[in-house]
């Protein structure tokens, strides 16, 4: 069973940047699932932000983070980047790693609704505020 940990959360000022970490805890090796960074921010639901699939690192963002934001694997270290930039207020979330096996090239979804996906972190919390 795959258990998703994520770190990096933190208060930032608008302008910084965060790096965000997703690992697994059971020493299961990310690099054999498609990997997505959602976020909630409080009173909203929550949002597709960017992801990355399986097999050929196919990348997707949603058009708020787009330029700002880079997912990026670290086989090596069994982690997931989610590198932020330019932070802004509109920021300010929860954000929460999420797994699947399903999405293994030339696509992953940043819509729950599309398409689910199975594991889920609990998240590491993101201020932007000055």
């Known amino acids: 069973q795959l258990q998703i940990v994520e770190s990096g959360g933190g208060l930032v000022q608008p302008g910084g940047s965060l790096r965000l970490s997703c690992g697994a805890s059971?020493?299961?090796?990310?690099?054999?699932?498609?990997i997505g960074w959602f976020r909630q921010a409080p009173g909203k639901a929550r949002e597709g932000v960017a992801c990355i699939s399986e097999v050929d690192g196919f990348t997707s963002y949603s058009d708020s983070v787009k330029s700002r934001f880079t997912i990026a694997r670290d086989n090596a270290n069994n982690i997931v980047y989610l590198q932020m930039n330019n932070l802004e207020p509109d920021d300010t979330a929860t954000y929460y790693c999420?797994?699947?096996?399903?999405?293994?090239?030339?696509?992953?979804?940043?819509?729950?609704?599309?398409?689910?996906?199975?594991?889920w972190g609990q998240g590491t919390r993101v201020t932007v505020s000055s």
């Open positions: 999420a797994a699947d096996r399903r999405y293994r090239q030339g696509w992953c979804p940043l819509s729950e609704t599309l398409a689910p996906w199975n594991y």
């Open positions: 059971t020493g299961v090796a990310l690099a054999n699932y498609a």
